[in-house]
Structures are given as structure tokens and as C-alpha cells.
């Protein structure tokens, strides 16, 4: 039996990919929405979805997804996002701190508002995916914690603001995750910076384990909201503590 519609955003890869993989598994029609068209089109016939070429940051884009969804939207999965560099506050690049907050901020406000009406008549539910970059600062993570600060503020306000509406408003806080994408965004394809962050850690997060995580909170009974879940690798007991190494 089928569970409704369900978008998730970034959809092309990582994270994403793998929660339109879930979600379809439960009987969900997923909308496959990012930017790079061929990869959510090859997914969306992988899972019997839709697929919809979408730049979270475009009005026109957000417009043709909100039509697409429908008058009753199930799951909206709030996943395209990004961290675009790593350097210090002092050496910061203004043009990479503004692309992550049109992504991550502006553009997850946009979507959101534009899909709300749809959650709102079918009893939906939105998950944002943060970060546990969302909980304090680190050295070189001003702009991205501050992004992700800020997405995580939607989610709470918006809490607040929907109380006598029937919607779940959700937050996933992700830690260190391994995805095929991820790091190497971050560092402007230098591989060997991205391969360092996991060097020697055993068994940071997959993509999977996020996206098991994610269907469970979209999924729950419809007077149960999980306000937020963080989720991390047993080796990453805090965000500035990593163990790397072997486990005795």
C-alpha cells in the first residue's frame, strides 16, 4: 500500500540518494529533486520516483517542485545543503559563506515555505538535516556551523509557529558521515584533504545509516515528533573528538 508522496531535496548523491532509496522501499512515491538532472533522473527509475531537476536557491525551480508535489505532500526531507571550504574567520572567503547560506539557509526557508500548505493537509512531516556543526563552533567551521545554526533556527521556529498545525517538524544532527561527496565539495576536489578527514577513523557513518535514521522519523505515528536526533559514529564521541586508530 502506498504511504503518499515524499521529496527529498539533494537528492543526486549521498545522503539524499539513499533516504529516496528508503523511503521508496517503505511505499512512499518519492520526488527526486537536485540540481544535476541525469543523476536524480537514473535514480528515480532505480526507485519508481519522479524526478525533478531543482536549484533550491531558484524561485522558479521551488515553484515547479511545489506543482509537482501536489495539494497533499507525506515527507518533505529539507537535504540540500553543502560545506564549501575550511578557513579561518581571519582568511574567510565571503563568496563560499554566501553560497552556503543561500543553499542551506535561504534556500531550505524557500522550499519549505512553498511545500507547507501540502504537509499541512496531509498530516506530513519535514525533516531537517542539520549537522552537529549546528552545536558549536570549530576552527575554520564559522561559515558552515553558522549555516547550519541557522537552518537548525527554521526548524525551531517554525515548531513553535505551527503549534495547532498538524505537522511533524523534525531535525537530523548528522556527525562525521562518509560519503562519496561530502569532503571533496568541501575542499574544491582536492582528494587527499578530503581522504584525511577519515583517515584511520573506524567506521564513521555511511549514507545509509543516516537515511535508516531519517525514514524512522518520517514515520512515526502522526502525533509523535522527534524535535531532533543526533546521530554519530561510535568512534566520534564529540564533534572535536574523533578516535582514530583500532579498537583493542
Not at 553560497?99 to 512553498?114: C, D, L, Q
Not at 538535516?129 to 556551523?145: F, K, L, N, Q
Request: proline share 4%.
Amino acid at each position: 500500500m502506498g504511504r503518499g508522496v515524499a521529496v527529498v531535496t539533494g537528492a543526486s548523491s549521498g545522503i539524499g540518494a539513499a533516504t529516496a532509496r528508503m523511503l521508496a522501499a517503505e511505499g512512499f512515491e518519492v520526488i527526486c529533486a537536485a540540481r544535476r538532472a541525469d543523476r536524480v533522473q537514473a535514480l528515480a527509475d532505480e526507485i519508481g520516483g519522479r524526478a525533478l531537476a531543482c536549484d533550491v536557491t531558484a524561485d522558479a525551480d521551488v515553484a515547479a517542485l511545489a506543482d509537482a508535489a501536489g495539494p497533499e505532500l507525506e515527507v518533505l526531507v529539507n537535504n540540500a545543503g553543502g560545506a564549501f571550504g575550511q578557513e579561518p574567520v581571519a582568511e574567510a572567503d565571503v563568496d563560499a559563506w554566501q553560497r552556503m547560506y543561500a543553499v542551506n539557509v535561504i534556500g531550505t526557508e524557500k522550499v519549505t515555505r512553498a511545500l507547507l500548505p501540502a504537509l499541512v493537509a496531509a498530516r506530513g512531516a519535514i525533516v531537517f538535516v542539520t549537522s552537529v556543526a549546528a552545536d558549536a563552533p570549530y576552527e575554520g567551521g564559522a561559515g558552515y556551523c553558522g549555516a547550519k545554526a541557522a537552518e537548525r533556527m527554521i526548524a525551531g521556529a517554525l515548531r513553535l509557529e505551527f503549534f495547532d498545525q498538524p505537522v511533524r517538524i523534525t531535525e537530523i544532527c548528522p556527525g562525521m558521515v562518509h560519503t562519496e561527496e561530502f569532503a571533496l565539495t568541501r575542499f574544491g576536489g582536492d582528494q587527499a584533504k578530503a581522504d584525511a578527514i577519515y583517515a584511520d577513523v573506524p567506521d564513521p557513518l555511511s549514507a545509509e545509516d543516516v537515511a535508516e535514521a531519517i525514514t524512522w522519523m518520517a514515520t512515526r505515528p502522526r502525533h509523535v515528533n522527534i524535535d531532533r536526533l543526533t546521530i554519530r559514529p561510535v568512534s566520534q564521541p564529540a564533534q572535536h573528538k574523533v578516535f582514530r586508530g583500532t579498537y583493542s
